[in-house]
């Protein structure tokens, strides 16, 4: 609380704070000291007197009403004793005597990873000046609030009450507003004392508060002024910017989640593994959801089976079917037959792939560890990895037949061996999160061929071989800068298919 105290009774300083130490502080100060001065506990022949004078410093500055009195007039001033007070009570802020005062308290959060503390600003305020306040207790709140789990919770709390013009205690603004009526009716402002003592009927709860407000509505009577309550929480100036993020934020959270979720890429269906049960139209593009799956001549569980096709495989409903449980079907390469319904499922086929490729990844390779062998040989190969990213590197033939992958992760330089003789082009592919399942990484996949072939043929016994005489391959861009070593990028499904 802001005051423009004199403290010319030394009340602040008899506790040790500060003019503007907060009722937390005031507190504080109090206990440490009764203790160390409680006559019980202290045998010094001045711990009395000493103790006395707190307690007494103490008794003014926890009331709000008697601090704010003491601050502004330099007298204690009496607790409901009937008596006016010196002078109107002015803003803690500005220092102006207002016709509507209000003792309010605002909410500050402020988190520290794993609690949070919650913290107050109090005073008597215009109502500029309390706007003012809350906007930049809600600014504090928003920057600090919500780095802990009680945060999370406390938070918007904090933003709610502030939002409303924060909390207004009854007892205490009737009180204040009792005397700020007395104040100007000593002054012989008898209009401003009656508009005063109608708002200070709406705070009155108590019979002693009643009594008092009814004195001075009698005593006043026949003046008529009333003032329009400038103290609705939306009629200040910060209203507004306290509101707008408040419903920003749901709206925020709410895109994010359909950005995570995205339902726009959910299969048709609800079933278990996200296969479809519904029978799909013609022309519809569907998935194949598991391995192997055999495209029968007719739609019969024993039917001869044409071809089988590959988990993810996009196949195209040809004709309706007059059974749903089966569904005729286009494969890419153009044979028409029949599967079951409850083998397709509708939907981004990327997305499929790559939640039954996470619930499928296995154990985490091991380097320089051999994932698909076609073949064996005795030829070596040097590879270096420099990047931030595993790497899975494939040998394919000249027609695209993966013959041997290996497993690189980051930043390593190894060699690898068991190579068949033979030309090979070499594909490599980086990413995070490699699936033994689907033989891919599952997370920022991006896949390059490199621009030149690597032939290995029969070396005699007699010749000795050295690492150093192992070809030696870069998975990223040349030491030199030769365009002609430079990997060229190329589609991550070009590199998943082996065949």
């Known amino acids: 609380m802001s005051t423009n105290s004199n403290d010319p009774s030394g009340y602040y300083a008899i506790l040790g704070v500060a003019s503007g130490a907060t009722l937390r502080e005031v507190k504080a100060a109090y206990r440490a000291k009764a203790k160390a001065l409680h006559p019980d506990h202290n045998g010094d022949p ?234 799909p139209t013609v022309g519809e593009i569907r998935h194949v959801a598991v391995d192997a799956l055999k495209v029968r001549q007719a739609p019969l569980e024993g039917a001869p089976v044409l071809t089988l096709l590959d988990r993810f495989t996009a196949v195209t409903t040809e004709a309706a079917s007059e059974d749903p449980e089966w569904a005729n079907v286009r494969t890419p390469s153009g044979v028409v037959g029949w599967v079951p319904t409850r083998s397709l499922y509708g939907g981004s086929a990327e997305l499929m792939r790559h939640e039954w490729c996470e619930e499928h990844h296995g154990i985490r390779p091991q380097a320089g560890e051999v994932m698909l062998r076609r073949a064996s040989g005795d030829h070596e190969l040097f590879i270096d990895n420099p990047g931030r990213k595993d790497a899975l590197v494939k040998l394919k033939t000249p027609a695209g037949y993966t013959m041997i992958s290996y497993f690189v992760p980051a930043t390593y330089h190894l060699g690898v061996g068991g190579i068949p003789e033979g030309t090979y082009t070499i594909e490599f592919a980086t990413g995070s999160h490699y699936s033994r399942g689907c033989g891919s990484f599952t997370d920022d996949v991006k896949a390059a061929q490199m621009p030149f072939t690597l032939t290995l043929h029969h070396v005699s016994a007699l010749r000795v071989s050295t690492r150093n005489a192992m070809p030696r391959i870069l998975l990223g861009p040349p030491a030199d800068g030769d365009p002609n070593k430079q990997p060229q990028s190329i589609p991550a499904e070009k590199f998943i298919a082996d065949d």
């Open 46 to 279: 001045g711990a009395a007197d000493e103790f006395h004078a707190i307690a007494e410093a103490y008794a003014v500055l926890k009331d709000v009403v008697r601090r704010a009195e003491y601050d502004s007039t330099g007298s204690p001033g009496g607790v409901d004793d009937g008596s006016p007070p010196a002078a109107p009570f002015s803003c803690c802020r500005c220092g102006q005597v207002s016709a509507q005062p209000r003792y309010v308290v605002l909410h500050q959060v402020k988190s520290y990873l794993v609690w949070a503390r919650t913290s107050r600003v109090e005073g008597i305020f215009c109502r500029e000046c309390a706007d003012h306040a809350a906007a930049r207790a809600s600014t504090a709140t928003w920057a600090w609030g919500w780095w802990s789990p009680p945060g999370l919770l406390l938070t918007p709390i904090a933003l709610v009450r502030n939002l409303l013009g924060g909390t207004k205690p009854r007892q205490v603004n009737a009180r204040i507003l009792i005397r700020q009526a007395r104040a100007f009716l000593a002054g012989g402002e008898i209009d401003l004392a009656y508009a005063v003592a109608c708002q200070a009927r709406s705070y009155a709860r108590v019979p002693s508060h009643q009594r008092q407000v009814d004195d001075l509505l009698l005593t006043t009577e026949g003046s008529g002024r009333r003032f329009k309550d400038r103290w609705k929480p939306w009629g200040g100036s910060a209203f507004l910017a306290q509101l707008l993020p408040l419903v920003a934020l749901p709206l925020t959270f709410a895109v994010f989640a359909m950005i995570m979720v995205k339902p726009w890429d959910t299969p048709v269906g609800g079933a278990a593994a996200s296969i479809a049960v519904s029978a």
